[in-house]
């Protein structure tokens, strides 16, 4: 199976790190605007190889789309990433044109692949590809739940002073500062509701913390986050290559769902072979009803404003 990442940056080379660590495809291939960069990368991950025991196949390109032909899966990170004190909505001015580009690009050597969209502002740049390609939506996939839901888990783990692994919680709705929504009534320990342990109070505190999360880390680190992205995309592409039909949030194209139409966001999908396989149509309560059409209407917002961007 082979994955194509483009953009060999911080996000780009970490998952091509775990693709390669955990042997989910035998072939990636790094493809990067920056001459020489992604050959570097690509050396460097495979000068792992006898030490971690993977036998993924790592090839660096400096934009020759030609070597990335027939992927099964192509992930797109390349764009800027956001400086502290940023959103990452302000992103949208460079990124749109290079994820465009980039999305044509893949494409035309790669017609049957399933797209992984993660450069931001995410949920707008999964609408974009789907609408400049024209593709099936089930090929179109944003990744920002995963990441949030494992955020979530790490800031209740920690309130909890419990295993992260032994808590279940997802993160639904924009991938964006405000318009995340922690699904606390839902999230558990063990099966356990997680109110069981820990107070309004506490709960608020958590969300609150997910919410941030990003711009927490970006803020320390000077750029955003890459290791939890990158294992993230990791993990969604994991699903699509062994079909492993798992429950992730991902940004897709809604039709209906929770009352929304013509929008990507953030919502529990199935990940199989062919992409998103089932878009979960849970019933929230009134005050989270309330929070994703507030959450829709900044991603629809955003949304609009491609049209001047792209102009
Ligand atoms: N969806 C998420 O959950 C999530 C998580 C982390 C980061 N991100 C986003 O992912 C993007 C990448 O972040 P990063 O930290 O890896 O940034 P980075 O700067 O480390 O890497 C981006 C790479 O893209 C390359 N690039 C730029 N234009 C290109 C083009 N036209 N073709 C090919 N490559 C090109 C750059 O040369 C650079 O190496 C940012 O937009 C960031 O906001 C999203
Ligand atoms: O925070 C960012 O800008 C990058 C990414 O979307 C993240 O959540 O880590």
Not at 23 to 46: N, P, T
Not at 65 to 84: C, D, E, L
Not at 216 to 244: E, K, R
Request: aromatic share 4%; with cysteine; glycine share 10%.
């Amino acid at each position: 199976m082979k994955v194509t990442i483009v953009g060999a940056g911080n996000v780009g080379a970490s998952c091509a790190d775990v693709i390669s660590y955990r042997g989910i495809a035998s072939e990636v291939v790094l493809l990067d605007i920056k001459e020489g960069f992604a050959e570097g990368k690509a050396m460097d991950l495979m000068q792992c190889a006898t030490n971690t025991g993977f036998n993924t196949v790592i090839t660096g390109v400096t934009n020759d789309y030609s070597k990335t032909a027939n992927s099964n899966v192509v992930v797109i990170t390349s764009g800027i990433p956001r400086k502290p004190g940023m959103t990452r909505e302000e992103l949208i001015g460079i990124n749109a044109g290079i994820v465009k580009t980039v999305a044509d690009n893949v494409l035309t050597h790669s017609p049957n692949a399933i797209i992984v969209v993660v450069s931001n502002p995410m949920d707008t740049m999964t609408y974009l590809t789907l609408k400049a390609t024209g593709l099936p939506k089930n090929r179109v996939i944003g990744m920002g739940g995963a990441l949030d839901s494992s955020r979530f888990r790490y800031y209740l783990s920690r309130a909890l002073d419990k295993p992260s692994n032994d808590v279940s919680a997802m993160v639904i709705g924009g991938h964006g500062d405000t318009t995340m929504i922690p699904l606390t009534r839902l999230a558990s320990y063990n099966g356990i509701p997680v109110s069981e342990f820990l107070s309004e109070e506490e709960l608020a505190k958590v969300a609150a913390a997910t919410m941030v999360g990003g711009a927490t880390l970006t803020g320390l680190l000077g750029t955003s986050a890459w290791y939890a992205p990158g294992a993230s995309v990791a993990y969604l592409v994991d699903s699509i290559l062994n079909d492993q039909k798992k429950m992730i949030a991902c940004s897709v194209m809604l039709d209906g769902e929770y009352g929304q139409s013509d929008i990507c966001i953030g919502v529990p999908c199935i990940i199989g072979k062919n992409g998103i396989e089932e878009i979960l149509d849970i019933t929230l309560n009134d005050a989270e009803k309330e929070k994703f059409a507030k959450s829709a209407e900044a991603v629809i917002n955003m949304n609009e404003d491609l049209k001047s961007v792209l102009a």
